[in-house]
């Protein structure tokens, strides 16, 4: 939630800080901001709306300077207005400062500095902060030092970047929890809440700690502790790849990643999975014998990410027989979890950054249990904050609507369940052998649902105007069925709700006249009679079918409006390919509509904020 960015070298400092924030645009798109200092005066311009209308604004009236800080918004406190927008500057107008976080106690310090005569334009928690560093630099007339001693009173989660006219080519920076990193590139330097708005240019970074704060000129970077010692760093080569980042001949990004799919898996097969049909987690430090003392994990998660905890979830109980909880994040940490010292605790995030699920990590911690993430982003904060952790390998996911980080976050369940039951001695050779060879099919059977997208294309048309979804499935495909239904709500805005499909009929079913598209995930597993009977009771009260089923079945699409094939393969791996279609399906509604997908309204794809 909310990018920021921030450049000190030669090159053109407008054209450097939108090109890094159209990179953050996936971290809120309700208003975007530069500030500069531009011939000694501090020049900001901003506007509401998404990084073009800001490009527009900065093509009638320009700015460069030596430095400058942008700002991408995901609005938090006041609404989403030009007035809103960062960057924010004190009453003399000499400061301008870009957050990302929120600030806790910005009320009492509102309250406090008004009293003492400062004038608030802004609805924001943001605006205190130029504000209280204006109040202390008059008591020293030392602005480092005004930093220091004004982040101390800064209650909640920031980091924040700030040009001052006293220091035309400097900009000042603080971090405490909001993420922020420093990139080094040739006679240039970068911050920003993530290394990928400011690649290729950087060529080194250094992830600033909680704490730390400091400045960065086009020569490096000054850095700080709390205390005010400043604290030397090593930076580390950055290995993303520009080409990445872009839509690589897509439409959009959410399409892009529905399609690579098959290559991340292949990836991710190879990696794990060596020639001898052994698991291996090379980044993980946790030893086998700690893995062999489990005897509960608690997993916690949010959104996408928590519907591939309940596949986890049993994966973990089938494979590797270890009692296993998924919690939501939010839900997680004030539920006051009981955890004993054999707890593993488990948090899954794509981004690395997610609020709640950074809180339950902390929480674990507080409780003295272990704690693995599994994150795509190994430099984030979540990452850095647990024992250990497992790179997810999905590569950088833009898309606001998750995609490939779900089937790559429940291949790495399932492989590290199968590592836990490798531990435990659970399976037999021959068994774990056939499960391999299967794993090693799935990305195949994803291009060949991928090749037949046009059936979903076309299925899409009858949808434009529908209200209402509902998603059934059971076991694996339970999650799948909660998947697919906040696809469709985040990117086509229909109201879907997902359901386990025995829980129906206990209320939901209600629900359903003629006009209710239901999705039923029906493919050949051990509860497929189950999930027929389900279906039945949903078209004796004329809901209308669109099933996902194995090849070869003929049962449910005799009883279905609509029918997609997927190739066989064992119940575990159902999730991973049954919810390609769903995912399909959102993106086409989506597109039917008139929708953007890659930027659905109200949402961002880093929720930093609990
Ligand atoms: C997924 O499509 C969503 N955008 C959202 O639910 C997301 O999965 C959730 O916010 C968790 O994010 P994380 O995986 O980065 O922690």
Known sequence: MCGIVAYAGPKSVHSVLLVGLTRLEYRGYDSAGIATIDKGELEVRKEKGKIKELEDLLKLYP??????????????????????????????????LVHNGIIENHHILRNELTAKGHLFHTDTDTEVIPHLIEEEWKKTGDLKEAIRTSVVRLEGRYSFCLVHDEFPDTVFFARDGSPLVFGQGAGETFLASDILAVIPQAKEQFIIENGQWGWINKDGMHLFDADGTEVTFETTKITMQVSELDKGGYEHFMLKEIYEQPDMLRRIIERRMDEKGKIRFDEMEMSNDFFGRVGRILVTSAGTSWHAGMVGKIYLERFARVATEVDISSEFRYRNPIAEGDTLVMAISQSGETADTLAGVHEAKAKFCRVLSLVNRTESTIAHESDAHIDLMAGPEIGVASTKAYTAQIMHLLFFSLMMSGVRWLTEKEDREEMFQEIRMIPAKIEAILEKADEIKEMAKQFKTTKDFVFLGRHF??????????????????????????????????????????????????????????????????????????????TVPAMSDFCFTIPNCPDYLTPILSVIPLQLLAYYVA????????QPRNLAKSVTVE
């Open 63 to 96: 700015i460069e300077g030596p430095a400058g800080i942008g700002h991408t918004r995901w609005a938090t406190h006041g609404q989403p207005s030009k007035g809103n927008a960062h960057p924010h500057t004190d009453c003399k107008n000499r400061m301008a």
């Open 477 to 554: 495909n339970h999650p799948t069925a909660l998947e697919g239904a906040l696809k469709l709500k985040e990117v086509s805005y229909i109201h879907a709700s997902g359901y386990a499909g025995g829980e129906f009929k206990h209320g939901p079913i209600a629900l359903i006249t003629d006009e209710v598209p239901v999705v039923c995930l029906a493919p050949k597993t051990e509860i497929y009679e189950k999930m027929v009977s389900n279906i039945e009771e949903v078209r004796s009260r004329k809901g209308k079918i669109l099933s996902i089923v194995t090849e070869g079945d003929e």
């Open 591 to 598: 597109l039917e509509r008139g929708c953007e997908p890659d």
